[in-house]
């Protein structure tokens, strides 16, 4: 057994003990970091414009925000007027919040250029050009979201999600439709989550019914194992057992499903693909070593390491041409 996939093991046993999971839970994710949340709010929003859908959503929906609620908290700083955040796990707390809004606020008011490839090397997507996207947030948008008394109000709303006005609602623990009214959020997006979600066929039809008919959904997913195998695909080589050790009674590990289930998934719960852009790594294992489950995986699924995926609804029009 290699290592990498016998600490996950012993991990993954030890969580059955009480206890465990909370401590290892305390610092998950990227969102700890105001530039990194700067960074992945305005790939999604540079890939929507280049994509040709709406730069400017006023209603945003996050599956899976992580440590801190930093990429909602620029999409309401650029021009937002509500955003919900979905997670399993509470890990945002507001002082964190608070802290990270205030970063962030002057990485707008300084047109920061977004943090790249140099600073941010794994994250995906990657653009064509880093600077500040003043053809997306001009002089006029930016004058409009920053102006004080609304900065005031987003930052109040940190904290106070239970609060009706609250422009913020974050549910720490969501399984089913109802977080939601239907057909209301413009943009629902998620950063490294999708490959973590057990249930993505009701994750996908959820999403469809929050949409609005002139929605989309922006979602970078990451294929790779996470630590779990020496390899960065060796995930799929785990046997199902294994694999079920190594989860142990975390709230989530990765759901091991390649792209293409996610685009049969999307695609059957009534999203049209605009954008699927697809990043390969070598493999060094070919499809018959891997686990039982995996072994009819295509060629394709078995090299892509990330994808970055946006959707909108099909409409009468989209379903005909199909
Ligand atoms: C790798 S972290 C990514 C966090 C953050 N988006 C970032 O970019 O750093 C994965 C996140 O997905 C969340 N997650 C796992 N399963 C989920 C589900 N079914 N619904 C919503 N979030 C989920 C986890 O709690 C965690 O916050």
Request: glycine share 8%; aromatic share 12%; with cysteine.
């Amino acid at each position: 057994m290699k290592l990498k996939q016998l600490q996950h093991l012993a991990y993954g046993i030890a969580t059955f003990v009480p206890g465990v999971n909370d401590l290892h839970l305390k610092g998950r994710g990227g969102t700890d970091s105001a530039r990194y949340c700067y960074s992945v709010w305005l790939r999604h929003l540079v890939m929507a414009k280049k994509n040709g859908l709406n730069p400017d959503p006023k209603i945003v929906a996050e599956l899976g925000p992580g440590n801190s609620l930093g990429v909602g908290l620029a999409a309401l700083i650029a021009g937002g007027d509500k955003y919900f955040a979905f997670d399993v796990v509470e890990y945002a707390n507001a002082e964190k919040n608070q802290k990270i809004f205030d970063e962030l606020v002057e990485l707008f008011k300084n047109r920061t250029p977004i943090p790249g490839e140099d600073e941010f090397p794994q994250v995906k997507p990657c653009l064509e050009e880093y600077e500040f996207p003043a053809y997306i947030l001009d002089e006029n948008r930016l004058q409009y979201a920053l102006e004080p008394s609304r900065i005031e109000k987003i930052r109040n709303s940190i904290g106070d999600f239970q609060h009706k006005d609250s422009l913020i609602q974050y549910k720490a623990t969501w399984y089913d439709t109802s977080g939601l009214e239907k057909e209301s959020v413009d943009m629902i997006y998620s950063q490294a989550v999708l490959e973590h979600v057990d249930d993505l066929e009701g994750t996908y039809r959820a999403m469809y019914l929050w949409l609005k008919p002139t929605g989309y959904i922006s979602h970078q997913i990451d294929f790779k194992c996470h630590g779990t195998a020496d390899d960065w695909n060796g995930h799929w080589a785990h046997s199902d057992l294994m694999w079920k050790l190594m989860r142990g009674s975390q709230p989530y590990l990765i759901n091991r499903e390649p792209h293409s289930t996610h685009i049969k998934i999307l695609s059957e719960a009534g999203f049209k693909i605009i954008c699927d852009l697809k990043y390969e790594l070598e493999s060094r294992f070919t499809t018959s070593e891997l686990a039982p489950k995996f072994k009819s995986i295509s060629g394709d699924d078995l090299i892509i390491s990330d994808a970055f995926i946006q959707a909108v609804k099909k409409t009468e029009g989209n379903y005909r041409s199909r």
